[in-house]
């Protein structure tokens, strides 16, 4: 694939088969195919983890747009990882309303407790990253934290050990 | 309902009646308890007669401007023979804002059938239903909803046999606040970068994808269906203040307060009954200090102006605030209003799309400055100079993203400016480390 760079020659596609098939199936809801860029977005990030320039490069081929185009939209959004992350990403909502409830015990609860130790890092036996987030729309409920696509409400410091026993 | 809590006397439950019962999620749960009904009358009905039916209720936007539903419904141009298209706007992100997550979570065919009667009134060939990126089971709960209504018939090539096409898709945000901005929701969708765009045109001569476009709050829409099968004067009589202001509307209370939750009352009751009897007050041995009442890009209000307050548009104006979203963050004697009003500062210098000046670069050095002041390296015109740096971010920008953080900045210290002189002038231990 011409618009690869040779340092991601070893891209294995994302979009084949089946996953290809799900993308193709998205293209009549939209009248542009560069609509379904958030949603390749999503199927290479669950596919892999994260989101590489090689990945991005074969998302504009698919979808007809440059590779330094799919970069600029990557880059806009938070939920896109550009660089891999541990096997399980959290994230801590830490905005006013959890702030006021208790939000930044809960996130150095976290921080403490997987061993990144800092936001942004991966845990040493690469289980944990963690990162800040802000507001995650469930004010009432506070802290939530997002771990992968699991929303959990309600946690508090003391919880935080009994939750992360189930993600290995 | 004040989910997670039971209905309270006080309340007016419309939208939050089935909250916390997962068997109306689905289909048959909803068509049970009546749903699907308003649709089937709608399609009745000539499209021209529903939006009537709307401006004559007085619904307003929920989502924060409060523009009247059937009047922005009325822009729509009438065959032009371009393709129309209803986006309904469930990328809820404004900080003390949950109503529309609950709406989704438990009455998702609420929205559904809402935005169903609002698509075939404007003309719209599809739906888009753009929800943010972190609501996940919101997400998943829509999916299996939108397919249950597709497989029974209110979604597709022939809702109901009347011979009506309404499609609806799902667009998952991938993680920013301002997408919630009706024009950067638009350029999300269309797989762009999520800045806001200059108005005009507005959407509905070129909306997304360049075609007449509404773009609608969840809230908004989950309240059509009652409308068209209740009547414009029903809605129009749960008023208990200004005319101007009908209906329902969800407030999702949160922060330093007993209950935290959404509670649904008539547009017009008094903010004590909500906080005070509804949401049982402020935690033990603690006092009311500050609430912002309609999301965090609203003037902060005192107790005593929140205490006087009427929940209509008008009534919170009448205040000093706004209406907003209806979220509603309440402080007790125990928050620190400069820390509070920096934590607000530091959100916009993160959502900041970047896309003007005044912006990128107020939000960035608002939080700064109030930084310093935390930190006690705070300077005596640094309070002068963030009421410069907020006048500079009003009213100057493509959206109102600047305008938002200036808001809480501007109001908090024209109502607590005692709090920051303590940390100029070194009296309050800084809240921040030192540099």
Known sequence: MSTVPAADASHEPVFTGDRLARLEALFPAYPTKQACLLPALWMIQEARGWISQAAMAEAAEVLGLTPAYVKGVVTFYTMYHTHPVGRHFIQV????????????????????????????ATSPDGRFTVQEVECLGACGFATPILIDEDFIEGVTPERVAGILEGYK | MGYPHPIHPKETPVLSTHFGAAAARTYQGWVERGGYAALKQALGMAPGDIVGVIKESGLRGRGGAGFPTGLKWSFMPKDDGKPHYLVCNADESEPGTFKDR????????ALIEGCAIAAYAIGAERTYIYIRGEFTEPLAIMRAAVEEAYANGALGANVFGTGTRIDM??????????????????????GKRGNPRIKPPFPAQAGVFGLPTTVNNVETLAAVPHIVSRGAAWYKGLCLGNEKSTGTKLFSVCGHIAKPGNYEVTMGTPMKDLLVEMCGGMRPGRTLKAVIPGGSSVPIQTAEEAMDTVLDYEGIVAKGSMLGSGGMIVMDDSADMVYQIWRLAKFYAHESCAQCTQCREGTAWTTKVLERILRGEGKPADLDLLLDLSENMTGKTICVLSDSCAAPVVSGIQKFRSEFDAYIQKTRQPALAGS
């Open chain 1, 93 to 120: 909502c830490t905005t006013s309303p959890c702030g006021l409830c208790g939000a930044e015990d809960v996130l150095a609860a976290i921080l403490s407790a997987t061993g990144c130790g800092e936001l942004g």
């Open chain 2, 102 to 109: 609950e709406i989704m979570r438990w009455t998702p065919h």
């Open chain 2, 169 to 190: 898709t799902l667009h998952r945000g991938a993680g920013a606040y301002i997408c919630g901005e009706e024009t950067g929701l638009m350029n999300s969708l269309e």
